[in-house]
């Protein structure tokens, strides 16, 4: 571009090396001659300084580093729609004998053309396809009006990151085009977004997937523009400082994925006001600084009605350090997966109890940080929650004759699922909760009763095995003991309880679990607990 321009410039994305920028302003710049652009950079590391030069403020920058004066011909302003799409699905002229060649690139496709016809058969091509992408082409606007649709009716997924949009009525303009759009993404563009209800009713009516990461929306241009978007049913918000300021009633009711990770303004009192979205399955909000959550509507054991669909939920990278933060995602009514990984509650040393914990608090979950819930995990992972608890419960009130049982409002409120453990498995005896010294080696014996049901002239044996003795070593002692490959070993486990409402059996069939996994304690000489072995 020259030196002088002949139109506004303020307000306009321009790339330089690169790197995209907002310009600020246009003129001079004393003491030296000619016009200068002051830009504002996305990237604020790029910058030398606020907007002022000398002691006199040219512009204002969000960072003191955001700001930098550049001549006009080093700039680029970017290009319409139909121009980028030409520049990236090329058409390239070479020869070959009997006419001439013509090379077209779709993505990484070449198609390759002869004679007069070269032309239309590119544009037949472009009419064809469905995906297309031009992150990072300096796409400035739709260009000429109606031209879009003739050229390529039929995009069904379109990927505009990163380009040079000023202004989402561009957007419109290039969409209002597409027919057919169902993916839409718009991450990196700075553009101003309206203030009222959108123009052109219709342009985004076949739209399902919009993403809209880093592009400075605010949640009031959220909910103005989604009045849009009557089918839109995952949307991406991540990293736009949102702060959810009200309640979407007559919007967003289709959406089944919405993530507003990187969104650090966001607290526990701003969720509730998407707590009610109909078909919201998953939420992402991770790295928001979270740290606490409570459902004011739900009650110790009680579900929420927040949230009703809510399936799939990410806190990964927050500030959660409290258990009544997981206690709290058990009154969710649909939870089945969580991802909760660096946080405090889950740092390094501590995942493999944290996560024996997360099981026990949260009934219904599947997934836990994308790891299958295998019901032998699910099984031990409970057991040994309402073991490791079961003092703590007796000192709070707690009894194993349900009429003397009265445990204390505080246990309750740390331990909301506690009482159901203890109808599911039976309430822990004093044999479970015996405090031992860890220290002792016959403290950390567990002494077993082993059966052989299949084997009538087999004798039952006794055996003290150490209580974090894995299954796969317990079934190498028993192949040694027997003389029988450890392949052929097929062991299960049966409580001996007579607290409990039913006869519970337990396949000790993952090797790298400890025995107390299953919960296998010493319990009195009469009702000792037994491995059954049955050699196939």
Not at 3 to 23: C, H, K, Y
Not at 55 to 78: A, E, L
Not at 215 to 243: F, H, M, R
Not at 450 to 460: A, E, H, R, T, V
Request: hydrophobic share 35%.
């Amino acid at each position: 571009m020259n030196n002088t321009l002949e139109v506004d410039v303020i307000g306009r994305r321009v790339e330089v090396n690169g790197e995209r920028a907002t310009v600020r302003f246009s003129g001079t710049v004393p003491p030296v001659a000619g016009l200068w652009l002051g830009v504002e950079w996305d990237n604020p590391e790029r910058g030398k300084h606020d907007g002022s030069h000398e002691g006199t403020v040219y512009f204002k920058c969000r960072h003191p580093t955001g700001g930098s004066f550049i001549r006009p011909n080093k700039v680029n302003f970017g290009v319409d729609f139909l121009t980028a799409l030409k520049n990236r699905y090329v058409l390239e002229d070479g020869s070959e004998e009997g006419g001439k060649a013509h090379t077209v690139t779709f993505g990484n496709k070449p198609v390759e053309t002869i004679g007069f016809d070269s032309v239309k058969k590119w544009q037949s091509q472009l009419s064809k396809l469905q995906e297309i992408s031009l992150e990072n082409c300096a796409v400035n606007s739709a260009g000429d009006k109606e031209e879009i649709a003739k050229v390529c009716p039929n995009i069904r997924e379109l990927n505009m990151s990163k380009n040079l949009l000023t202004s989402w009525d561009e957007v419109v303009h290039i969409a209002h085009q597409l027919e057919h759009l169902e993916t839409l993404n718009l991450s990196e563009n700075k553009f101003k977004f309206p203030s009222g209800p959108p123009s052109v009713i219709g342009t985004f009516s076949t739209l399902k997937i919009l993403v809209l990461n880093h592009t400075g929306i605010t949640w009031a241009e959220l909910l103005q523009c989604a009045s849009g978007w009557p089918v839109l049913e995952e949307l991406y918000l991540k990293a736009n400082d949102i702060c959810i300021s009200e309640r979407p009633t007559d919007v967003l009711q289709m959406v089944k994925i919405l993530d507003l990770s990187v969104n650090r303004l966001i607290d526990e009192n701003q969720l509730f006001l998407i707590g009610h979205l109909p078909r919201l399955e998953q939420l992402i909000l991770s790295d928001i600084g979270i740290s606490a959550i409570h459902f004011p509507d739900a009650g110790i054991g009680c579900k929420t009605s927040m949230f009703p669909a809510l399936q799939y939920l990410v806190v990964n990278d927050n500030q959660i350090s409290q258990w009544s933060f997981i206690n709290e995602l058990d009154k969710l009514q649909s939870l089945h997966s969580l991802s909760c990984m660096r946080n405090p509650l889950t740092e390094e040393g501590k995942k493999e109890s944290s996560r024996q914990l997360i099981i026990a608090k949260i009934g219904q979950l599947k997934t836990l940080n994308r790891c299958e819930i295998l019901p032998e995990e699910r099984r031990g992972a409970e057991l040994d929650y309402r073991k490791n608890f079961g003092n703590e419960w007796k000192k709070a009130g707690g009894h194993q004759d349900p009429e003397k049982n009265r445990p204390s409002e505080e246990f309750l409120a740390a331990h909301p699922r506690y009482e159901l453990l203890c109808l599911k498995y039976g309430a822990p005896e004093d044999g479970e909760l015996k405090t031992q010294q860890p220290l002792l080696l016959k403290n950390q014996l567990l002494t077993l009763k082993i059966k052989f049901p299949n084997q009538l002239d087999q004798k039952d044996i006794e055996k003290q095995l150490p209580e974090f003795m894995t299954i796969q070593k317990v079934k190498g002692l028993l192949s040694r003991l027997l003389k029988v490959p450890v392949s052929k070993l097929l062991l299960s486990y049966e409580t001996p309880k007579v607290s409990c409402p039913a006869k519970h059996e337990v396949m000790l069939s993952s090797p790298q679990y400890d025995v107390t996994n299953f919960s296998l304690y010493n319990t009195d000489s009469k009702r000792r607990p037994y491995i059954s072995v049955v050699c196939v």
